[in-house]
């Protein structure tokens, strides 16, 4: 009887596994979404076809496939295929695979190291692949969702081929679907617009797709469920967000781009994301108010002061209330006027500085509190400007024997229109008062 018991537990056990595992491709050609790098024009599938597999880093968001790829390599190379977690191993876990590396090597097999999560390691752990890759003891298949740049040594990049992976697309997840319903034997219980919300819901990422999937499978049969009826019947996807990593700057890049481009939709949209991502909104607000004095400058001089009032009312309010006083300073910034004059301007200004050195002010502009600098000449022949009939003398700032430079050279746009007429105005001054002109001066602008 309990023979019989233990029988029954697991004659199952292949249809009681994930919906996502009994979908797990069984050749490459059944992964959806990476053709770019699979297809026979694609690098993998060039590799694969010539039976000469390369070290290389599968980069990718979560649910795209490189867990997947990677043990389908192995199988389609005829390669023993070794699985490791970075979390949860360490140097001891990987000088064992190496030593079964090389006994197989002996014996004329190969092996392929699949690493996940391979950005977990650290430098020096990282190090230990190097002579194993350099000499094709294993070969190496390392998946990260971060970017290789900023989490592998570069050693370690310069022997392996980084493959970027794609989120999955619409095609991709309908794929999916569809191989979702084949198996189980029934249509998902959606109307067409609740699908479309499903699809988004995974927000790319296919596991997390095919889990939605099953626990709609495993709902009682009834009518099909609308928009809204799925987001109660199912738990939401948190949004791929980390607030120390890739993402974190992707999204900080986009808003500041698209404030730049004067896109402010693409702006507001950006903020929700990195909102919703669950980003401190004090670090937006100091993005924001960088972009203020950077990317707006002059052009509109109030973009400061509402990027700091709104700080401040961030600060006063908290969340959620005080989101809508980062909304009004992106819309502001998003339809002021741009320049970044004074941007460029500060950068010239401080490469001359290095290159003069240590030059002094010329004397006439020095103050002269004793006996001894009036006697060496400082403060001799300033010329007080608010003397002059138009407030105006004209004089040289510069360090003596300095060819005069023009570093602020402000754009025909917002306040800055009416900045550029004053100096206009003081430069023909500035030309007759020193001799260099003889025409008449039109009043001030």
Not at 148 to 158: D, G, H, M, Q, T
Not at 378 to 403: E, I, R, V, W
């Amino acid at each position: 009887m309990a023979k019989e018991k233990t029988r029954s537990l697991f004659e199952n056990a292949a249809a009681n596994r994930p919906l996502a595992d009994r979908l797990r491709p069984h050749t490459l050609a059944e992964v959806v979404g990476q053709a770019h790098l699979l297809g026979p024009d694609g690098p993998i599938g060039r590799m694969v076809a010539a039976h000469r597999l390369a070290s290389m880093i599968l980069w990718g968001p979560p649910g795209c496939g490189k867990t997947t790829i990677a043990r389908l390599l192995a199988e389609s190379t005829a390669l023993d295929f070794e699985p490791l977690s970075a979390v949860f191993s360490g140097v001891a876990d990987l000088r064992k695979i190496f030593d079964s590396a090389r006994e197989r090597r002996a014996a004329g097999r190969g092996t392929l190291l699949f690493v996940d999560e391979i950005h977990r390691f650290n430098r020096a752990q990282q190090d230990a692949f190097l002579p194993v890759v350099e000499d094709g003891t294993v070969i190496l298949i390392g998946a990260t969702t971060e970017n290789p740049s900023f989490e592998l040594n570069a050693a370690l990049l310069s022997r392996c081929q980084v493959m970027v992976l794609r989120r999955l697309d619409e095609t991709a997840l309908d794929e999916l679907l569809a191989r979702a319903e084949a198996l189980s034997g029934r249509v998902l219980p959606l109307d067409a617009e609740a699908r479309v919300t499903l699809k988004a819901m995974a927000d790319g990422d296919g596991r997390f797709l095919l889990n939605l999937a099953e626990e709609l499978f495993a709902r009682p049969v009834g009518p099909a469920l609308d928009a809204q009826g799925l987001m109660a019947a199912v738990q939401r996807r948190a949004p791929i967000y980390d607030k120390g990593q890739d993402s974190h700057y992707n999204l900080i890049s986009a808003l500041h781009k698209s404030l730049r481009g004067s896109d402010t939709d693409a702006a507001l949209y950006w903020l929700a994301r990195m909102l919703s991502g669950g980003e401190d909104p004090r670090y937006i607000m100091r993005r924001l108010t960088r972009f203020a004095v950077e990317d707006v400058g002059l052009a509109d001089p109030a973009a400061l002061p509402q990027c700091l009032a709104a700080w401040e009312t961030y600060e006063r309010l908290g969340s959620p209330e005080g989101e809508l006083a980062l909304v009004h300073a992106v819309i502001y910034l998003g339809t002021a006027p741009k320049s970044n004059a004074a941007y460029v301007a500060h950068g010239a200004a401080m490469a001359v500085a290095q290159r003069t050195g240590s030059l002094a002010p010329p004397k006439h502009i020095l103050n002269a509190p004793t006996r001894l600098m009036k006697e060496l000449g400082y403060a001799k022949g300033y010329q007080y400007d608010h003397d002059a009939a138009d407030a105006f003398s004209g004089q040289n700032y510069f360090p003596d024997g300095m060819t005069r430079e023009h570093f602020y050279l402000p754009a025909e746009r917002g306040f800055e229109r009416e900045v550029k007429k004053r100096l206009d105005y003081w430069a023909r001054l500035r030309e007759r008062r020193t001799g260099e002109a003889d025409e008449p001066v039109e009043p001030e602008p």
